[in-house]
């Protein structure tokens, strides 16, 4: 859980950072991103022992997780504003514990419910109402999204032990099918004025996001969801969002509503509480 909460604190603490490279265009931003978390990780990638399958499952995992959902996140912005975009992620703990019950065949009522707490939490933390027709493909784009990071987690969790391989031997691999992706989707859309453009500043935070941020946020991420239960996991789904707004409101002086996010920090609390108690494992 140490790791969940790392990853968690790191990516409330990159949603201010995110902005100040917004100009550049969030496909080209992704894709840098992407591959700089590849770069850092191909010096450690063991493929020794894999057979051809399992390397283009792990490929296609981080193409999936990160690549795809990254493909949909940033089309839903032409939909949705940013402040429902942040709404919609909430519903991925969900996504989490349904698709890993799915996969053994069997429902968990404790982690299903407990997910649920962290919905509701996450909610009152970022409800700020819809008054707003015509959100709906905006709001399914952003499920596509938060399914395809809930599988490729759950997926990265089921076949990574049984590979026999430690986490960082396997990331470049993910980090590589996701640039694929992330990649394809630049190239048609990237304003090279722009990129050539960029100054120091952006350039600094550019790398920043994209070897901690993302390189060593989901490779935390994903070392953490092999080492605990899927009740936790979906919990820290969401973490990040309450974590954000308490280090706009600390680090980066944005105007927040502390009873709100009191009320549903305490329930996401709540939440991992009784999923402790309940002596889950992994």
């Known amino acids: 859980?140490?790791?969940?909460?790392?990853?968690?604190?790191?990516?409330?603490?990159?949603?201010?950072?995110?902005?100040?490279?917004?100009?550049?265009?969030?496909?080209?931003?992704?894709?840098?991103?992407?591959?700089?978390?590849?770069?850092?990780?191909?010096?450690?990638?063991?493929?020794?022992?894999?057979?051809?399958?399992?390397?283009?499952?792990?490929?296609?995992?981080?193409?999936?997780?990160?690549?795809?959902?990254?493909?949909?996140?940033?089309?839903?912005?032409?939909?949705?504003?940013?402040?429902?975009?942040?709404?919609?992620?909430?519903?991925?703990?969900?996504?989490?514990?349904?698709?890993?019950?799915?996969?053994?065949?069997?429902?968990?009522?404790?982690?299903?419910?407990?997910?649920?707490?962290?919905?509701?939490?996450?909610?009152?933390?970022?409800?700020?109402?819809?008054?707003?027709?015509?959100?709906?493909?905006?709001?399914?784009?952003?499920?596509?999204?938060?399914?395809?990071?809930?599988l490729g987690q759950v997926l990265y969790r089921r076949f990574a032990p049984i590979s026999g391989k430690r986490d960082r031997d396997l990331m470049g691999l993910l980090y590589l099918g996701a640039s694929v992706v992330a990649v394809a989707m630049a190239a048609p859309s990237t304003s090279w004025a722009k990129v050539l453009a960029m100054d120091l500043r952006q350039v600094m935070v550019l790398v920043y996001l994209g070897v901690v941020a993302s390189g060593l946020g989901f490779f935390l991420f994903n070392a953490g969801a092999r080492r605990t239960d899927i009740g936790t996991l979906a919990i820290f789904n969401n973490m990040k969002i309450p974590l954000a707004i308490l280090a706009s409101g600390l680090v980066f002086r944005d105007l927040v509503d502390w009873p709100r996010l009191a009320a549903g920090g305490a329930i996401i609390a709540c939440a991992l509480g009784l999923n402790g108690l309940s002596g889950a494992r992994p």
């Open 1 to 150: 859980m140490s790791l969940l909460l790392i990853v968690s604190v790191i990516w409330a603490l990159s949603f201010g950072l995110t902005a100040k490279v917004s100009d550049l265009g969030a496909p080209f931003v992704t894709a840098a991103r992407t591959l700089m978390a590849a770069l850092v990780f191909l010096p450690f990638l063991d493929v020794k022992g894999l057979s051809r399958g399992q390397v283009l499952a792990f490929a296609g995992i981080g193409a999936l997780q990160f690549g795809l959902m990254y493909l949909l996140y940033i089309a839903s912005f032409r939909w949705l504003q940013s402040s429902e975009v942040a709404l919609f992620t909430i519903f991925t703990p969900l996504f989490v514990t349904l698709t890993a019950d799915l996969m053994r065949g069997k429902v968990s009522w404790l982690f299903l419910g407990t997910a649920a707490l962290a919905v509701v939490g996450t909610g009152i933390c970022v409800w700020s109402g819809l008054g707003r027709k015509g959100i709906l493909v905006g709001f399914l784009l952003m499920q596509a999204a938060n399914l395809c990071f809930a």
